[in-house]
């Protein structure tokens, strides 16, 4: 599977975001699906899900101010992001498997990520 995520950028506090991802193959129409966090120095995190019936959980920190979303016959995945804040730098990653892969990261395949910085 070849994923390639997009959208990210430098933006100043408060600022909106929407980035996107794409794969090879059926996976985003067929899959749950997710957003991960890397900020510097620290390990990848889990901060969007989305289920295969559509039902989606955030992390608390990101509770309000993202969403995710997906549009199958596109196969592509969103995260919209808003109301954006410093802590949210890193690098944006996105998979799609099942839950337990999700939330595990077991995965063989990665995109490169898109680099989010907030800052002033």
């Known amino acids: 599977v070849q994923i390639v995520e997009s959208g990210g950028g430098l933006v100043q506090p408060g600022g909106s975001l929407r980035l996107s991802c794409t794969a090879s193959g059926t996976i985003f129409s067929v899959a749950a699906a997710g957003w991960y966090r890397q900020a510097p120095g620290k390990q990848r995190e889990l901060v969007a899900f989305m289920s295969r019936l559509g039902n989606t959980t955030y992390q608390d920190s990101v509770t309000g101010r993202f969403t995710i979303s997906r549009d199958r016959a596109r196969q592509t995945l969103y995260l919209q992001m808003n109301a954006l804040q410093p802590e949210d730098t890193g690098i944006y990653y996105c998979?799609?498997?099942?839950?337990?892969?999700?939330?595990?990261?077991?995965?063989?395949?990665w995109g490169r990520g898109t680099q989010v910085t907030v800052s002033s």
């Open positions: 998979n799609g498997g099942t839950p337990e892969a999700l939330s595990r990261m077991a995965f063989e395949s």
